[in-house]
């Protein structure tokens, strides 16, 4: 049973039957937060009445205090976020946010080798030792190193033991287990104080799972609702998430040797700011990104970095 603070039982605040009990019971829906980031159809699909979810969901927005309202510019112009710096000099610099700021949806791409797994490495300690909240490491490629976050912590004056026991690595075996963890385990996590989600990378398990043409539209339809899952993440808890991404050739002839995201427009229109990320000389430490997409920054930035055996500089 789950429960609210002084041990309420979130849901006999929402003053619920005993079916409709059963049935966000069987939906695996583990508190108002988590109610919150369902849709009525969802909800529907499940097997409550619609009219029963619509009240669901519009007593849990007003216990949680999040009923709908229309938000001044000018307030928006004031809004204070949490920033996550990221260790690397010139992008805590040159960024709108002088970092990462929680509530957005990063994506960093590039081909293997450019840095990306270390970036995401780094970014999971940052988040503990400035006191951001824990992280969620999801590894989709088996690529997780805690001899890497050891040495991070280290870096940053973190204690390295705190600082791997506030990471929780998950590794998905296939994309409906990815799918299920990211919205059914995932909520609790951030209910518990985990504030950072890495996704490492996002489009792995799809592009290994929905091979040929024929299984692309599935494919894109599977990662957008995912993707959606992780935008609700966003706004009910405040997480910052961050996604590294695989690249693909741009099939244009007069394009030959540029590389784009994977995942297409499903990707490129859900996350809030996109870096590319190069190594041009594998034998070399040094890299540069720059801002694929990114509100408030030119395309024509670029960010130089270094890679080291304790992270990204």
């Known amino acids: 049973m789950s429960k609210r ?153 973190g204690d390295p033991s705190q600082v791997l026991d506030r990471v929780s690595v998950y590794v998905p075996d296939n994309v409906s287990a990815l799918e299920a963890f990211v919205k059914y385990e995932l909520p609790k996590h951030l209910k518990e104080g985990a504030r950072t989600i890495v996704v490492d990378t996002i489009t792995a398990l799809y592009r290994a799972e929905f091979v040929g043409r024929e299984s692309l539209a599935e494919r894109q339809q599977r990662l957008h609702y995912l993707i959606d899952w992780f935008r609700r993440h966003a706004r009910v808890f405040n997480a910052l998430v961050v996604f590294t991404n695989q690249v693909m050739d741009v099939p244009e002839a007069f394009l030959s040797g540029l590389k784009r995201p994977a995942g297409g427009n499903v990707l490129a229109h859900a996350v809030n700011a996109r870096f590319m990320m190069a190594r041009p000389s594998k034998q070399k430490d040094e890299g540069y990104m720059w801002p694929l997409d990114v509100p408030g920054m030119a395309p024509d930035v670029k960010i130089q970095y270094r890679l080291a055996d304790d992270g990204v500089y």
Do not use: C
Request: aromatic residues 8%; proline residues 3%.
């Open 5 to 157: 603070k002084g041990g309420e039982d979130w849901l006999e605040v929402l003053e619920v039957g005993p079916s409709t009990r059963r049935r966000l019971e069987e939906l695996g829906v583990t508190s108002l937060e988590h109610l919150l980031e369902f849709t009525v159809d969802e909800l529907v699909d499940a097997g409550i009445e619609p009219s029963t979810a619509e009240r669901l969901l519009a007593k849990a927005r007003e216990l949680v205090g999040r009923k709908p309202r229309a938000v001044k510019a000018s307030e928006l112009l004031k809004a204070q976020y949490k920033v996550v710096k990221t260790g690397v000099a010139e992008f805590d610099e040159k960024t709108p946010w002088g970092g990462l700021r929680e509530a957005f949806i990063y994506e960093f791409a590039g081909e293997f080798g450019a840095g990306k797994s270390m970036l995401a490495h780094q970014l999971s300690a940052k988040s503990i030792i400035e006191g951001f909240g824990d992280v969620v490491y999801i590894d989709t490629e088996g690529a997780f190193n805690a001899g890497l976050v050891e040495r991070m912590a280290k870096r940053f004056g």
